[in-house]
């Protein structure tokens, strides 16, 4: 299937509007970077079409409402994505903690198909609101795949962030470290690659910061 920006005017109108997943990035104490925001060719008619755009409204609202984070985990929805969000539930995150989640991601449209953003999607814009986001938002916490971290040294952003771990909690690989924030690269939650295992204990390490 072809890779590209998804044609749904509605969908890029909301990602316009809100060019996240979720909490508020500025005030979120959780970031947690995606390469970019994927759906179906088709998502406009299923079913659960009014259930993503309400998402993508207001994500706190709607995980206080729903008790799911994503609308991925409805009932209505039947496509891919989901197996990336059953993941991220095993973290323990619940309702009460939706103010404090957000998802961001490098490409600030949404997409379809499958494959990874080039290069002449990105958008100055957002990538310098991205580091604004963890450098001088309320992030205490900032998880980045290696993947993403990859795409934005290409691009010449976060140049100061490592790409190897300077230390470790636990299963997690800390790439830097400050009193106020911790960046972490753990394995992407869709990452296939890696041991059940190691997978799973990085679940659970997240888990334990919730409350910390």
């Excluded at 991220?88 to 989640?101: C, D, L, M, R």
């Excluded at 790409?163 to 690989?173: D, E, I, K």
Aim: charged residues 20%.
């Amino acid at each position: 299937m072809s890779y590209g920006p998804h044609p749904s005017a509605k969908l890029r109108a909301l990602f316009e509007a809100r060019p996240f997943q979720g909490a508020e990035p500025s005030s979120a104490r959780f970031l947690f970077f995606g390469l970019d925001a994927n759906f179906a060719l088709d998502i406009e008619a299923t079913d659960s079409f009014p259930d993503v755009c309400d998402y993508l409204q207001d994500g706190v609202r709607f995980w206080r409402d729903r008790k799911k984070h994503h609308p991925f985990l409805l009932t209505t929805y039947q496509g891919s994505g989901r197996g990336y969000h059953k993941q991220f539930e095993k973290i323990g995150f619940t309702p009460e903690h939706a103010s404090q989640v957000s998802f961001v991601e490098v490409l600030d449209v949404p997409t379809h198909g499958s494959g990874r953003p080039p290069i002449s999607l990105l958008h100055a814009e957002h990538l310098t609101r991205l580091e604004e986001w963890v450098n001088c938002g309320a992030a205490q916490y900032v998880f980045m795949p290696q993947s993403v971290i990859a795409l934005l040294h290409k691009v010449k952003r976060f140049v100061w962030l490592n790409s190897n771990a300077v230390s470790q909690r636990g299963s997690l690989p800390i790439l830097h470290e400050t009193i106020r924030t911790t960046i972490f690269s753990p394995y992407h939650f869709s990452y296939r690659y890696a041991s059940r295992a190691i997978r799973e204990q990085q679940l659970s390490d997240m888990g334990r910061l919730i409350d910390g």
